[in-house]
């Protein structure tokens, strides 16, 4: 059996900065499997875990990139093909709030244009941007894999307030199933993970609580998550496109939530 399917790709995967995060999971994952992978992060952390992960054997380099800023998806791109003139996988994972940001926490009488703005920049149209971007490098080579972190906010639930994060998510799936119909024929792959409550360093206490509250009993954690990007990032998932997979333990399962096994 072959332990390193990935050998010779090369990987991208944005939002990779925290070392508890679901980016990094991602790029040690697809790093593990034996591609070369690029990180990207909007502050100098990246470069941490960067030198974790060539501390490990493994082969990385990383970006500090803002992707809502105009020519950056495109400029992130550029430098991962200079690796060795080819983008194989690409994981869309940056979104949420910046370093630094706060999440918006408003309903949609008490949201404004900025906040509504930047919510669909951040989280769509970054993502967006840097798969048209990739998308333009794969087909050449009739080969690539995209992965699109959504998340269950938006796509099959919702939680009270950030109206611009549940739209911007659902159009990732959108955006997702749209790319994967325009370039099935490419030999290129577009699937979206959707992520339910997951364990991170971000996490604020009541997410910490909402987790315990799922079927399992407890959060996710960013390892799983990546453990289906990295199935969806393989070779032999060629057959599997346009697809949202749900990572959230059976949090939108039940329909009466005072049940409990």
């Known amino acids: 059996m072959n332990n390193q399917p990935l050998a010779g790709q090369v990987a991208l995967v944005t939002g990779a900065g925290s070392a508890h995060g679901i980016g990094f999971a991602c790029a040690s994952a697809l790093a ?55 983008l194989d996988i690409l994981v869309n994972n940056a979104g949420m709030i910046a370093m630094g940001g706060r999440a918006a926490d408003a309903t949609i009488d008490d949201t404004s244009d900025d906040v509504w703005h930047d919510g669909i920049e951040r989280n769509l149209t970054t993502c967006f941007a840097v798969t048209r971007a990739a998308v333009a490098v794969m087909r050449p080579h009739r080969y690539g894999r995209v992965v699109n972190i959504a998340s269950t906010s938006g796509t099959v639930q919702a939680f009270h307030g950030d109206v611009a994060y549940h739209a911007a998510k659902a159009g990732v799936h959108g955006l997702t199933r749209a790319v994967a119909l325009e370039t099935a024929g490419d030999g290129i792959t577009v699937n979206a993970v959707a992520p339910g409550w997951i364990s991170t360093a971000a996490s604020l206490g009541h997410e910490k609580v909402a987790g315990t509250l799922t079927p399992t009993g407890r959060a996710g954690t960013p390892t799983e998550v990546a453990a289906v990007v990295r199935f969806l990032a393989d070779p032999a998932a060629s057959y599997v496109t346009g697809q949202l997979i749900v990572v959230d333990g059976g949090n939108s399962l039940p329909e009466d939530r005072a049940w409990r096994p």
Do not use: F, Y
């Not at 070369?36 to 380099?61: Q, Y």
């Open 32 to 86: 593990a499997g034996g591609a070369t992978v690029m990180l990207t992060s909007t502050t100098d952390r990246v470069h941490e875990r960067v030198a974790e992960l060539n501390a490990s054997g493994l082969h990385a380099i990383g970006v500090v990139a803002d992707l809502m800023h105009p020519g950056a998806a495109a400029r992130v791109v550029q430098l991962t093909t200079n690796v060795n003139r080819r």
